[in-house]
């Protein structure tokens, strides 16, 4: 993987979660969940299926509506929460990918949708992933582990504190997971905080573990 020039640190903040409950269905999914990740952390969410890992991820990252308890991103400093969206990378069980579009087109469009201050140029981004070679090809054609690499290069192209990933390695051959962890050793080592959800192991040096049963921590 080439180096990545946008190596500027954030700024400090904490991610902080209190007796958090979310619903599904008319059901409680997700009971009484209390956790903290700063920036320059780590948390692996792992758990059986079904146990609310993807619910958990999609609440953090605002799209879903909490039941009870409260989400807040907290600059250090700053007595009022921040609004966590425009800080916030989602990257879900869908890879976001436009098949009309070339690879090249789509990591334009989520780069100037989101907005690309401080991210990297969209060559040096599919560069990273090793699609640039390919970058006209319409998206129709990628496989599942290239359409997973385009979704991993909005990291890249743009640039946020609080990574929320999905199952990030699904799909993924042995030298792209390894890439992937290299690109997220070095977000949490420039002050980035990632929340991954996982049900495979995922060999980040110092992620700290947070297991779910049942919808609430181990």
Request: aromatic share 4%; proline share 6%.
């Amino acid at each position: 993987m080439p180096e990545i020039s946008v190596n500027r640190p954030f700024q400090p903040f904490r991610l902080v979660v209190e007796a958090l409950g979310v619903d599904r269905g008319g059901r409680r999914v997700i009971e009484g969940i209390e956790f903290e990740v700063a920036g320059g952390e780590a948390v692996l969410v792992t758990g059986p299926n079904g146990v609310g890992k993807s619910t958990l991820l999609r609440t953090l990252a605002g799209l879903g509506r909490p039941a009870s308890g409260s989400i807040r991103l907290v600059a250090d400093g700053v007595t009022e929460p921040e609004e966590i969206g425009p800080h916030v990378h989602y990257l879900g069980h869908r890879d976001a990918v436009k098949p009309a579009l070339t690879v090249g087109e789509n990591l334009a469009f989520w780069r100037d949708y989101l907005g690309a201050d401080g991210g990297a140029p969209v060559d040096t981004a599919l560069d990273a992933v090793g699609l640039l070679d390919i970058a006209t090809l319409p998206a129709a054609y990628l496989s599942a582990g290239q359409r997973r690499r385009l979704a991993i290069a909005r990291l890249i192209a743009v640039r946020r504190p609080l990574w929320l990933l999905d199952e990030p390695t699904a799909a993924l051959d042995a030298a792209s997971e390894a890439s992937l962890v290299g690109l997220m050793t070095g977000h949490v080592e420039r002050g980035g905080a990632i929340v991954a959800a996982t049900h495979l192991a995922i060999g980040l040096a110092g992620a700290r573990p947070l297991r779910l049963v049942a919808g609430e921590i181990a």
